[in-house]
């Protein structure tokens, strides 16, 4: 694969992780999933991670990806490139991992003193990538080492964080959420 088809499996292969972040914030509101407990004198996760936006980031996700599989034949068609199809289990993994990430890191971030909202560069952009792969890793380990071979892996790694900024910075100024990161 040239370097053109390596970026183009590996944003088709992250996008039902990439989604559920995004979506997150469109459904947000309602009860908070610590349901305001504390830890020492701080919340354990924040007002920032819902119920609501938790299932609805991941059922966004989920759908993302079945939605991918029934286009894939004619994407891999008029792309030119193999993009993968998603098996359901590595669909839950993807969506449901990416938004565990996000949570553990909003769970590390009231540890270390981090306010519902503050920046954490590096975690911020990297906590759902970590979160969506480790769990497809170990539950769909075939799928996962036909996808994600060590290129694919590598522009994941650059890819993400680019995505993840410039998709934040449009969602401030959208007005959909309160900070550009
Ligand atoms: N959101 C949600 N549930 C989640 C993740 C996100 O409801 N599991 C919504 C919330 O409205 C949240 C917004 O999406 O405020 C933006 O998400 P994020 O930036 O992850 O949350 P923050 O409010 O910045 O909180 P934290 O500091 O804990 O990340
Ligand atoms: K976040
Ligand atoms: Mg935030």
Redesign the pocket.
Known sequence: MDVIETVVVAFWAMLPAYVP?NA??L????R??DGGRTWGDRRL??????????V??TATGLALALALNAVQPAATDVLAVPVPEFPIVAAVTLAAGA?AG??T??FI??RSG?????A?PGL?QLDFVVGALVPTAILAPGWFGETFTAPVLAVVLVLTPLLHVGT?VVAYYLGL???P?
């Open positions: 972040n997150a914030v459904f947000g509101g309602g908070p999933i996760l924040g007002d920032g991670k819902t119920w609501r936006g938790t609805g980031g938004m996000d949570i890191a909003s971030k009231r981090r306010d519902r909202g503050a954490f911020d934040n959420k309160d900070e990161w």
